[in-house]
């Protein structure tokens, strides 16, 4: 969790965390990180992790508003509830968050950070034909009507 938590740092400190929040959140949930010396930092967290590293390192509830939060009506005493229900709006496994994950891909690498690409970016093995299924026909004698 250290080393997530020192990308969360790194990114907010370069000015990345700004307008890519959402991809931030999908990276430090659903992708391995490690070092460039290939230091293996994080596999992934849960979401109460994440929510509890935003309240530690005192992340601006404003970013909240990238994904549709209002921060006067979420939680405002409580800043790891209002974490958690941001990351909830969020939807940290959808296409948007994947295309903005890859968008910090590269400005993360330049801070000693590698991202792992995500299984649905991985190419998919080529699948097996499968032969036709054949039907047996219908006996006519069943079809016939009686007179």
Same mark, same amino acid.
């Given at each position: !969790?250290?080393? *997530? @938590?020192?990308?969360?740092?790194? #990114?907010?400190? #370069?000015?990345? %965390?700004?307008?890519?929040?959402?991809?931030?959140?999908? *990276? %430090? *949930?659903?992708? /391995?990180? /490690?070092?460039?010396?290939?230091?293996?930092?994080?596999?992934?967290?849960?979401?109460?992790?994440?929510?509890?590293?935003?309240?530690?390192?005192? &992340?601006? *509830?404003?970013?909240?508003?990238?994904?549709?939060?209002?921060? $006067?009506?979420?939680?405002?005493?409580? @800043?790891? @509830?209002y974490?958690? #229900? +941001?990351? %909830? !709006? %969020?939807? +940290?496994? /959808?296409?948007?968050a994947?295309?903005? #994950?890859?968008?910090?891909?590269?400005?993360?690498? $330049?801070?000693? &950070?590698?991202?792992?690409?995500?299984?649905?970016?991985?190419?998919?093995?080529?699948?097996?034909? /499968?032969?036709?299924?054949?039907?047996?026909?219908?006996?006519?004698?069943g079809?016939?009507?009686k007179?």
């Open positions: !969790m250290d080393g *997530i @938590r020192d990308l969360l740092e790194a #990114a907010r400190t #370069a000015g990345l %965390a700004a307008g890519r929040f959402r991809g931030l959140l999908h *990276i %430090a *949930i659903g992708r /391995s990180v /490690s070092k460039l010396d290939g230091t293996k930092l994080s596999a992934g967290l849960t979401w109460r992790e994440v929510a509890t590293l935003l309240k530690t390192l005192r &992340y601006d *509830i404003e970013l909240g508003r990238e994904v549709g939060a209002d921060p $006067d009506t979420l939680s405002p005493r409580d @800043r790891e @509830r974490w958690y #229900a +941001v990351i %909830a !709006m %969020a939807h +940290v496994d /959808s296409a948007e994947v295309t903005a #994950a890859e968008k910090l891909v590269g400005p993360l690498k $330049d801070l000693g &950070y590698v991202v792992a690409l995500t299984p649905s970016s991985l190419p998919t093995p080529a699948k097996e034909k /499968s032969k036709p299924v054949v039907k047996p026909k219908e006996d006519e004698k079809k016939k009507k007179k």
